[in-house]
């Protein structure tokens, strides 16, 4: 079984505020993709965040385990290996998922980590039209390559380039929906309002 980490320590710089503590209707984001990572891993949920954001949320509403990314300014790349160091060492696989994308749903997760169950050794990645994309599972021999991962690179860099993984297919676009803008976040805002019905899935969490 994966842990997951949420990784929201991200200064949220073209939002203009705190992206992730923006509401969407009855949550905010962030407690939205928690939502969705705890009807899948429900004990084994972790979020990465800056002191910022640490500062302003009701950390003990998530039910998760609270990572503090004290260096925020560094990017992607230092909540990732900010999560090795503080869970690495119990865990043979962690799925990371990103803290601005609210409408990656539970099925997909529940299918990622499926075949990581049944393919250990294999990365395990959203793939859409065939871009491999967030969200992705690492097993432990990985955990070096995203330790060496400097500044705003992802382990999009590591997905891309790695042969033994596993693809799962995203079936709606709009799964991987991320939110960087006021104008990405009403477009959310209009999504949930409207309900198509690819999003029966995220029923509980939005």
């Not at 539970?106 to 250990?120: A, C, D, F, G, T």
């Not at 390559?145 to 693809?167: C, P, Q, W, Y």
């Amino acid at each position: 079984m994966a842990a997951c980490v949420v990784l929201a320590s991200g200064l949220s710089k073209r939002f203009g505020d705190n992206k992730l503590l923006q509401a969407l209707f009855s949550r905010t984001v962030l407690e939205t993709v928690i939502c969705v990572a705890r009807s899948v891993l429900p004990d084994e949920v972790y979020v990465v965040v800056s002191p910022e954001t640490y500062g302003r949320i009701s950390h003990a509403s998530f039910h998760t385990g609270v990572i503090i990314n004290k260096n925020p300014d560094e990017g992607i790349a230092g909540s990732i290996r900010t999560a090795i160091q503080e869970i690495g060492t119990s865990q043979d696989h962690i799925l990371f998922l990103l803290g601005d994308q609210p409408f990656v749903s539970p099925n997909l997760l529940k299918r990622m980590v499926y075949e990581s169950q049944n393919n250990p050794s294999h990365i395990v990645c959203a793939v859409f039209q065939g871009i491999r994309r967030n969200p992705a599972i690492f097993p432990r021999h990985c955990y070096s390559e995203l330790m060496a991962l400097k500044g705003d690179t992802g382990a999009n860099f590591i997905i891309r380039s790695a042969r033994r993984v596993i693809e799962v297919e995203v079936v709606n676009q709009a799964e991987l929906f991320d939110i960087d803008t006021p104008e990405d976040l009403q477009r959310a805002r209009d999504l949930i309002r409207d309900r198509p019905a690819w999003m029966s899935d995220l029923s509980r969490c939005v």
